[in-house]
């Protein structure tokens, strides 16, 4: 498995779950949890998604703005977003239909 680390702040991995995708196989999606503190102290949060293709060291990986100060709400969100399996290339929009 993968830790995540990005430029924002450290990211705590949350999910994973392992989809059969047509073309590519067997792959295994994680769905992290990003936080930063913004200049007046405040810690907000958003949300990456990382698959790849079991036995592959490519990645495919988007992630979020980010989007609430409320680390429950992007805790839900994870869990609809792997329970739908949610793949990289759609997760922006996703989560933008999500929030408004």
Do not use: H, R, W
Not at 34 to 52: A, L, N, P, R, Y
Not at 57 to 77: F, R
């Amino acid at each position: 498995m993968t830790n995540a680390t990005n430029s924002e702040g450290t990211a705590g991995m949350v999910k994973v779950v392992t989809i059969e995708a047509e073309g590519l196989g067997e792959c295994n999606l994680s769905y992290f949890k990003k936080s930063s503190v913004t200049d007046e102290g405040v810690q907000i949060f958003g949300i990456c998604v990382e698959m790849q293709k079991n036995g592959d060291k490519n990645t495919e990986t988007a992630e979020t703005e980010m989007i609430t100060e409320s680390e429950s709400l992007v805790d839900e969100m994870i869990a609809t977003l792997a329970a739908n399996t949610v793949t990289p290339c759609c997760l922006c929009e996703i989560v933008e239909d999500m929030i408004t």
